[in-house]
């Protein structure tokens, strides 16, 4: 992200104590005081503050005014509309939008629009009016032109026809008399004894919904009507069941739309190709949880790469009650078919596609099947897309950023999962939308627009108006003291003989993991490894090493961070429970105030956690879990004490403030003891791929390019385990060049499937 100050900024105040209001009130004022001056440059200074608080309504009826003062009705229109997914819009949205329907042209409807609301007398349309006074006169002429205007199409749509002289009128003939006199009544109908159901359809539920009045009108009443009203709107999904059962969730308004538009329209069949970092995984779980509270999906197979499993596993329980049987489970090795039989299943792909799987899978059937980084099916001859290919399902959602990677006949094959027969065969599909000899070019671009809009969302964060926050990032990279850089160096050597013996592979990476951390984590975890392995005393006699120790250079570094602006928020990952123990006591020993947060933790222990970081103290120590599911956005700095291996981790720990909604700039702090597994971690990171300027969810994407059996951690390992100095040379050299070239895939798709898909497959 550019750190950099944008020039919209300007006169912003240097400290605020409450910079996300005072950020509101300077925008609203600078585009109230751009109007009433009637500046040419209004509309950019609207444009701008909308790029600054995309969400916000004053400014986004601020914005709508602008774009009508400038005689641009298209913009007010969609600006409207962009406020009315979000909240509920009354008489001052009516009145812009009569306003922009007269700027169409379109009088007799903004006629109409505005004697609905009630808006037709001046003085009343000036009271719901969002300009200033001094736009008064401007709003006045503009109903004017709509009155006078309206008239004036009446007329021509029906004119006056022309006065005929009147004809003679012809004699009448007398009415004929009766030929009976009435029945003064009619005998009763026989009755029948007979009970029937009957079924009522109505059309506007609104109308049983009779208002009552007086003190007759009870709460349990009122309750009913709503109840009815409710009920009303259940079948055709007008209403999602989901949005009240969500955790700690905030649905914005185009996942709500596109929730919306598959249920409704595509039927539970979709490609869902947002974006990056704009929440797919959210939208895929609320259809799920909607299909789920209406009894529609029993059987729910999540297929993702293997380094999603535990991810889709956290989100699908934490956020939306679904708990999910993964691939992880030992369950899966012990008895295969009992696994399989569970009625929610997260499973890498790679093990799915597993002859002995895949078979099993072939005889089962599902509600709702999801595959997460579905370009990976790209492919008709690969295992993946067989696999897909072959499973019994109602309901299959594909989830993508980035669906074609090199050819438009991927864009075939994965259309066609999803509605065989859309683009009939792969010969048709070349001569009607490819240039010959050009695969990644498309001809007939409007037809291929069409038929993917029957199967395809993509929103964009242009489309969303969603802005992401600045972010800085920063590593502080420690030069450990003589006895702590000893002990690793001798602890290194030791796992580089039991990994070249092909032993203990677990515990060789917990031991290197735990020795990044901090003397005490390192201790920790050799003393336990010496006492499973007795017959070497060399282990014992390290652990003892490193316990003597006392506080490594990191710690002191994070101690001198945090009295940098000790009120400031800050969130402290420490993934290794001993680190987190030695700092916690050392905080204490200091009296500096903080909370505590770790999966051991019950819900409700959680919950007091983040009230205390959020309401009392300035610091929060996290484990991995750390305010997973949780709006951590009043704070916005991050320390990463201890690195993960793998940087989708570290990537996710980011995700918790660095989120839409976020109205601060992030800070991102490293830590890192110079000559570790971490600090080869963080430079190849930082050098090869810009890891920390990336939107969070790009790196994943990237990192899919890479050797799908293997992930990013285990690469890093064994480059690291490598018996001689110039053997990992070159094998972190190799892990470089890999990361490199996928970051240079990755990007070239993007490019790709932004000029391809455009903006105009949107929920919107």
């Excluded at 003064?184 to 009779?210: C, G, N, T, W």
């Excluded at 299909?291 to 380094?307: C, F, H, Q, S, V």
């Excluded at 990192?703 to 480059?719: C, I, N």
């Amino acid at each position: 992200m550019p750190s950099e100050k944008s020039s919209d900024t300007a006169g912003l105040p240097l400290f605020d104590p409450n910079p996300a209001e005072g950020e509101r009130l300077f925008w609203v004022e600078r585009v109230r005081a751009a109007l009433e001056a009637r500046s040419a440059e209004a509309l950019s200074v609207a444009e701008a503050a909308l790029r600054a608080l995309p969400a916000d309504p004053e400014i986004l009826l601020l914005a709508a005014l602008t774009a009508l003062a400038t005689r641009r009705p298209e913009r007010a229109l969609a600006l409207l509309k962009r406020y009315g997914k979000r909240y509920l819009p009354g008489k001052p949205v009516a009145l812009l939008k009569a306003l922009a329907l007269g700027q169409q042209g379109y009088f007799v409807r903004a006629w109409s629009l505005l004697e609905e609301e009630g808006l037709t007398r001046e003085d009343t349309a000036a009271r719901w009016f969002v300009g200033s006074h001094g736009m008064f006169g401007w709003l006045a002429e503009a109903l004017r032109e709509i009155r006078v205007e309206r008239l004036r199409s009446a007329r021509r749509s029906h004119p006056t026809p022309p006065v005929r002289p009147a004809r003679p009128q012809k004699p009448t003939s007398p009415a004929p008399k009766p030929t009976a006199a009435p029945l003064s009544a009619l005998p009763d109908l026989p009755r029948l004894a007979a009970s029937l159901d009957i079924a009522f359809e109505i059309a506007d539920p609104s109308a049983i919904l009779v208002e009552a009045e007086g003190e007759g009108d009870t709460s349990a009443w009122f309750r009913l009507r709503e109840e009815l009203n409710r009920l009303s709107l259940f079948e055709g999904f007008d209403e999602l069941l989901c949005l009240p059962a969500l955790r700690d969730v905030e649905a914005h308004w185009y996942q709500i739309e596109t929730v919306r538009k598959v249920l409704k329209q595509y039927r539970g069949r979709v490609l869902l190709a947002d974006e990056v970092g704009l929440g797919k995984t959210i939208e895929a779980g609320m259809i799920l949880k909607e299909y789920a509270l209406r009894g529609m999906a029993e059987r729910i197979l999540i297929l993702t790469p293997a380094a999603l499993v535990g991810q889709w596993r956290d989100e699908m329980a934490e956020k939306f009650g679904l708990d999910c049987a993964t691939s992880h489970d030992p369950l899966l090795r012990e008895d295969p078919a009992g696994f399989w039989a569970k009625p929610r299943v997260i499973a890498s792909i790679a093990a799915a596609r597993r002859k002995e799987h895949a078979e099993t899978l072939a005889g089962l059937s599902y509600d709702v099947v999801v595959v997460d980084e579905a370009h990976h099916l790209r492919d008709q001859a690969s295992a993946s897309y067989r696999l897909v290919n072959s499973l019994r399902k109602r309901f299959l959602l594909l989830l993508s950023a980035t669906p074609v990677q090199s050819s438009l006949l991927e864009l075939y094959n994965l259309l066609t999962l999803l509605k065989p027969g859309i683009f009939k065969t792969a010969k048709e599909f070349r001569a009607l939308y490819m240039v010959p000899g050009k695969p990644r070019e498309p001809t007939n671009r409007a037809r291929l627009r069409d038929l993917m809009r029957g199967v395809m969302v993509r929103n964009t964060r242009a489309l969303a108006s969603l802005r992401l926050p600045r972010r800085h990032a920063s590593t502080l990279r420690v030069t450990p003291g003589e006895a702590e850089a000893e002990g690793y160096r001798a602890l290194t050597t030791l796992v580089r003989e039991v990994a070249a013996a092909g032993q203990h592979r677990l515990a060789v990476q917990h031991l290197l993991a735990a020795a990044g951390s901090s003397p005490a984590a390192a201790a920790a975890a050799v003393l336990r490894f010496a006492e499973r392995n007795p017959d070497d005393a060399r282990w014992q006699a390290l652990g003892e090493r490193l316990r003597a120790i006392g506080m490594g250079a990191k710690e002191a570094a994070l101690l001198r961070l945090l009295g940098r602006n000790p009120a400031e928020k800050k969130m402290v990952f420490v993934h290794h429970r001993d680190s987190m123990a030695h700092l916690a006591e050392r905080l204490r020993s200091e009296g500096r105030p903080f909370a505590r947060f770790d999966g051991a933790m019950s819900g409700p222990e959680k919950d007091r956690a983040v009230a205390a970081f959020r309401d009392e103290v300035a610091l929060l120590l996290c484990s991995e879990s750390g305010g997973e599911g949780r709006n951590l956005q009043f704070c916005n700095t991050l320390i990463n004490f201890d690195i993960p291996w793998n940087p989708m981790a570290i990537e996710q720990r980011i995700g918790r403030i660095d989120r839409i909604g976020q109205a601060r700039e992030v800070f991102i702090f490293n830590l890192a003891t110079a000559g570790t597994i971490e600090d080869e971690v963080l430079r190849i990171l930082d050098e090869k791929i810009n890891m920390f300027e990336l939107v969070v969810g790009e790196v994943g994407a990237i990192l899919g390019e890479l050797d799908e059996q293997q992930d990013f951690s285990t690469l890093v390992l064994e480059a690291w385990l490598r018996a001689t100095e110039p053997d990992r040379a070159a094998a972190f050299a190799a892990l470089e060049n890999q990361l490199l070239t996928a970051r240079q895939q990755y990007d070239g798709v993007k490019a790709l499937d932004e000029a391809l898909f455009g903006d105009d497959l949107d929920a919107a």
